[in-house]
């Protein structure tokens, strides 16, 4: 079994930012294997089940993601949590698998790291920091362009994707769906 979380902010606000490259990537996957989102009170999130994963996007705003994660893997009694929690030296790295936006990577372009910082991005430090290790698997979606400003990265994020741009992270999305599917 596997966690694959989607990263975003919830709302009809925030549908289709820069920064919801993660709940698109797990929409893409629910609406081609025809999944329904669930409401998952205790962890504030939503999930679905694929096969023997759970996808699952929190629905707390990016910087408490981590709080989402830690309730889903306490509450919902993911079976490698509890033993791996005890643990001082504990790898998440096939079990949990974070896909989130990138802003220095480039649009289109998906890399994949295990067991490394956060690089800035709020979303994933809080994972780190909830859950207390960095050595789970992410996939990173890129988001660099010509025309991003360097200075302005927070209100950028929070932009709709122009109809260009969705094509590049549509690639981009296809690329991670299949690596983690294969």
Not at 16 to 21: D, F, G, S
Not at 73 to 90: G, R, V
Request: hydrophobic share 40%.
């Amino acid at each position: 079994m596997r966690l694959i979380v989607g990263l975003g902010n919830p709302g009809r606000k925030y549908e289709k930012t820069r920064h919801n490259a993660g709940f698109l990537a797990l929409d893409r996957l629910a609406r081609e294997k025809k999944l329904s989102w669930r409401l998952e009170n205790k962890a504030n999130g939503l999930s679905v089940r694929l096969g023997d994963d759970i996808l699952f996007k929190p629905q707390t705003f990016m910087n408490e993601s981590g709080r989402a994660v830690l309730d889903y893997l306490t509450y919902y009694h993911c079976p490698f949590w509890p033993a791996l929690k005890t643990s001082a030296d504990f790898d998440l790295t096939r079990k949990l698998i974070v896909i989130h936006d990138d802003l220095d990577i480039a649009l289109g372009e998906c890399r994949i790291s295990a067991d490394s910082r956060s690089a800035g991005h709020k979303g994933v430090q809080s994972i780190i920091d909830f859950l207390g290790t960095k050595r789970f698997t992410r996939f990173r979606l890129g988001l660099k362009n010509d025309h991003q400003p360097p200075s302005a990265a927070e209100k950028y994020v929070l932009e709709k994707f122009s109809a260009e741009e969705l094509v590049l992270l549509d690639q981009a999305i296809a690329m991670a769906l299949e690596k983690i599917q294969n």
